[in-house]
């Protein structure tokens, strides 16, 4: 499929009422000739004939043709410009839904100001288009033809003359043409570069600010604003160059009628009032002259964002959906890794990974940054596919099993917290919008969040997220994990989740995990060895192999990499230990 093959998918839905439209622009077009024809007859008969009675029938005929067109241009104006809002309506539905199934790869490597600028800027040119260019276009090519049809039933010989512009007006469309289409690709590239630009600044505005660099962003801005404006700037340089050279074969076609029709005129080979109403033909002709450059400039527009368009919807994602995947309302959660290995752009990220867990069992994950730690948990969740082996889930390999089923079982609390800009409430709400407050409550209890929500302005309704209050790193963390709770999963990925929450919440947090009263794996992505020691299974990670594995007295009495960081940490988890007992005591 091509891009313009994909748009007109969605066109043509609508290919009846654009063809209403077209037809009522044509009727428009036609009635455009009677005005022409009235004025050569007022000539003729009336002033020439001497037949003033027909001057008010002449006159009335001109009203009520004008109405008509006018009602007329109301209605197909209408129709078109609903067309293009439907059609974009689909399209940027279509283009939504295939953003959210891309995988993380696709997002890794788009960046949000091209994705934005395909959904605002380059929907608009397709909107242009619908609405207006078409039956533009249209209307001008009938009205030079039909014009000259009608100039040649009145005077062949003038036509033929007239004709003469339209190889060097073909010649002039071919060469702006070819010349700005680099300059629109150009235009589009440097609009989603701008907003790019802007979008990050905006978000990163605070690392802006902390490392005082206004000036710095201020001058790349310049530089990308000044880039936007040479490329529209190139872009006018073209229509700057032809528009004129249009307007000049338009011009020479009056030339050509005061010329020769004059001369035809006066050796009597043509009446005065066909004289006139040739002319009142000539706008007809010399109108859509001009405005070639004009369109050339809207369809080149079009053409690029539908281009645009189309090559971001066309990406699939590597991550496939399985036509007809297995679904369990229910997983149990037993996960095993098998051989595992995952690379991207040619570097062993995951090596040979395998490990088995049962369901209720909870897996302690810990290794140097950089490790492979998310990556692994990423797997599992499918947000990338092993490169070699396999993940299974109850026993079945997370490729046959049906996506939204399986990610519907996980509930994940990232490393990246991300809330949306909504209430505390539908933030943590946001897998069961429709469950009853208690529930939310019971997750933000368990998530020790319970308390500084309920100190927040609003409570639970307090907004958070973008444009809400500030929330501490460990707020936001614990806001996240009690989303990841209220879904009840079979799986739980927590995934550093508790590294900025003090000791002792995070030891209130693991207690409330043990009490979960659902069967549910869990998986703890830490550094500290408090938040996994209690865990069924210890992985320690380097460089994306598992170098040591099995519960906390296994791995101490291996002496490697987890009883050197025991070591490291143990004097601050002891004093922990006995400044809580002493604390009891008093
Ligand atoms: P941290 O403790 O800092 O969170 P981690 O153990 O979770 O680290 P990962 O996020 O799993 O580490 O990343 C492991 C390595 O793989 C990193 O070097 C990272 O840059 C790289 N990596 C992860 N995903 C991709 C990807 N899709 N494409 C390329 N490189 C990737
Ligand atoms: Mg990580």
């Known amino acids: 499929m091509t891009a313009f093959s994909w748009f007109y998918s969605f066109l043509k839905k ?100 091209d994705l934005l600028s395909r959904q605002t800027g380059d929907m608009d040119a397709i909107r242009h288009f619908i609405a207006f260019v078409i039956y533009q276009v249209y209307e001008n090519v009938f009205l030079f033809f039909f014009a000259l049809i009608m100039i040649f039933t009145v005077s062949w010989q003038l036509a033929l003359c007239m004709c003469i512009v339209l190889p060097f007006a073909a010649a002039v469309t071919i060469s702006q043409t070819k010349n700005g289409r680099p300059r629109f690709q150009k ?38 604003n000044d880039a936007y404006r040479d490329a529209e700037l190139a872009a006018a340089e073209i229509w700057t160059k032809y528009v004129p050279q249009f307007e000049f074969l338009s011009n020479m076609l009056t030339v050509i009628l005061m010329l020769i029709g004059s001369i035809m005129v006066i050796k009597g080979n043509m009446t005065l009032g066909n004289y006139v109403t040739v002319n009142g033909y000539l706008w ?3 109108n859509p002259l001009r405005q070639i450059g004009w369109r ?45 290995s995952y690379s991207a752009d040619d570097e062993d990220i995951i090596r040979n990974v395998s490990f088995e867990v049962k369901s209720g069992q909870t897996v302690g994950i810990l290794g140097s940054t950089g490790s492979g730690k998310s990556t692994i948990m990423n797997l599992l969740c499918r947000f990338y596919d ?25 509930g994940m609390a990232m490393q990246d917290v991300f809330l949306f800009s909504d209430t505390v409430e539908g933030n943590i709400a946001y897998s069961r919008p429709d469950c009853p407050f208690e529930d939310v409550k019971k997750a933000a ?22 444009r809400g209050v500030g929330l501490s790193g460990g707020q936001k963390q614990r806001i996240s994990l009690a989303r990841a709770l209220l879904k009840e999963p079979s799986i739980l990925i927590l995934d550093d989740t508790t590294s900025a929450v003090d000791m002792e919440t995070e030891s209130y947090i693991q207690k409330q995990l043990n009490a979960i009263d659902h069967k549910c794996t869990i998986f703890i992505v830490a550094y500290r060895i408090s938040s996994i020691k209690d865990a069924d299974l210890i992985l ?8 040591e ?38």
């Not at 197909?76 to 953003?99: A, G, P």
């Not at 802007?198 to 690392?207: A, F, H, K």
């Not at 092993?386 to 996980?410: A, C, F, H, P, S």
């Open 14 to 113: 609508h290919n009846a009422r654009m063809l209403f439209g077209l037809v009522l622009v044509t009727f428009i077009s036609v009635l455009a000739i009677v005005k022409p024809i009235v004025s050569g007859s007022i000539v003729d008969d009336v002033i020439t004939g001497g037949q003033y009675d027909l001057l008010p029938k002449l006159i009335a005929l001109l009203v009520v043709i004008t109405v008509i067109r006018g009602l007329c241009r109301y209605w197909s104006q209408v129709i078109f410009e609903t067309c293009s809002q439907d059609v974009l309506f689909s399209m940027r539905d279509t283009v939504y839904r295939k953003l959210l199934q891309e995988d993380f790869n696709f997002y890794n490597k788009k960046r949000t100001g």
């Open 187 to 224: 235009i589009r590239e440097q609009f989603s570069s701008l907003n790019t630009f802007v979008q990050e600044n905006v978000s990163g505005n605070r690392v802006v600010k902390a490392f005082s660099k206004e000036d710095y962003e201020i001058e790349k801005f310049n530089k990308e």
């Open 284 to 286: 007809m002709l010399t």
């Open 296 to 340: 050339i400039n809207d369809i080149q527009r079009f053409t690029t964002s539908v281009e645009k368009i189309y090559a971001t919807y066309s990406e699939e994602p590597n991550v496939k959906r399985p036509k007809s995947g297995i679904k369990r309302k229910q997983l149990s959660g037993d996960v095993t890794f098998r051989n595992v």
């Open 386 to 410: 092993v490169t070699d082996g396999e993940v299974l889930v109850d026993g079945v390999n997370v490729k046959d099993l049906d996506l939204y089923n399986l990610r519907q079982n996980i």
């Open 445 to 466: 209890v368990m998530a020790d969040a319970d308390s500084f929500i309920q100190e927040m302005p609003d409570g639970y309704d307090t907004i958070v997220g973008e």
């Open 540 to 547: 320690v990670l380097n460089e994306g192999q598992i170098v």
């Open 549 to 586: 594995q099995g519960t906390h007295e296994e791995l101490l009495a291996n002496n490697g990499y987890y009883a050197t960081v025991f070591r490291h940490q143990y004097g601050e988890y002891e004093q922990y230990i006995k400044g809580g007992e002493e604390h009891g005591k008093k």
